[in-house]
C-alpha cells in the first residue's frame, strides 16, 4: 500500500511540476530600434536613419514576440531622429515633421492575429494600419513594413521638405525628386 501511495504522489507531482514551467519571454526595453529608409532622386537613393528613442507599454504575457507585442502601444519622440547629419536633422524635425500638426510623437499599437501583424501608426493626426512582416531568429524580432506618406496626409510637410532640398534631391536627370514611401523595420531583442 506504502509503494502504491508513493506511486501515486509521484504522479500527482510530475504534471504539476512540468506544468507549472513558464516558456514566457521579456521584451529588452534598452534594446529596441526603429530604423527607417526615405528616397531621393528620380534613381531612388536611400537615405537612412534611426529614432533612437522607443517607449513600449502595454506588453502582454507570451511565449513568442508576437504574443508579447501584441496590443502593446508604442511612441517615438520625433525628437530623436538620427541620420548621421545634423543638417539632414534639422530639416527633417522642423521642415517635415514641424509642419504636421501633434509632431512631438509618432505613436501606435501593434496588432497581430493568427499569420498577420500589422502596425496602427498615428503621424500628422491621421491613424493607418501598416502591414509588417516578421521575423525572428534567436532572441532577434524584425518587423518591416512601408509607410505610404500620402496616407497621412503629409503634402504640406513634403512640399516643405522639397523646397529646401530642391538641390540635394536633384539627380543626374536634373529632375529633383523625394519619392512618397518610407521603408520601416522595428529590431527587437527578446529574453527567457
Request: aromatic letters at 8%; a negative charge; charged letters at 20%.
Amino acid at each position: 500500500m506504502k509503494k502504491l501511495n508513493k506511486i501515486l504522489l509521484v504522479a500527482l507531482i510530475i504534471p504539476l511540476f512540468f506544468g507549472c514551467s513558464n516558456n514566457n519571454i521579456s521584451l529588452d526595453q534598452n534594446n529596441v530600434k526603429v530604423e527607417w529608409i526615405a528616397y531621393k532622386t528620380t534613381d531612388k537613393v536611400p537615405v537612412s536613419g534611426t529614432f533612437n528613442q522607443v517607449k513600449i507599454e502595454n506588453l502582454q504575457e507570451g511565449s513568442t514576440p508576437e504574443e508579447v507585442l501584441n496590443g502593446a502601444t508604442f511612441s517615438i519622440p520625433v525628437s530623436s531622429l538620427f541620420s548621421n547629419s545634423e543638417e539632414r536633422d534639422t530639416k527633417l524635425k522642423q521642415l517635415f515633421f514641424g509642419v504636421m500638426k501633434n509632431t512631438e510623437l509618432i505613436s501606435g499599437k501593434f496588432i497581430h492575429a493568427e499569420k498577420d501583424s500589422r502596425l496602427s501608426v498615428t503621424m500628422n493626426g491621421v491613424t493607418r494600419e501598416i502591414p509588417v512582416q516578421t521575423v525572428a531568429v534567436n532572441n532577434t524580432f524584425r518587423l518591416k513594413g512601408t509607410i505610404q506618406l500620402p496616407e497621412f496626409e503629409t503634402q504640406e510637410a513634403m512640399d516643405s521638405l522639397n523646397k529646401a532640398c530642391y538641390e540635394l534631391h536633384m539627380g543626374g536627370d536634373g529632375i529633383s525628386k523625394t519619392w512618397e514611401d518610407v521603408a520601416i523595420e522595428g529590431v527587437f531583442s527578446f529574453t527567457k
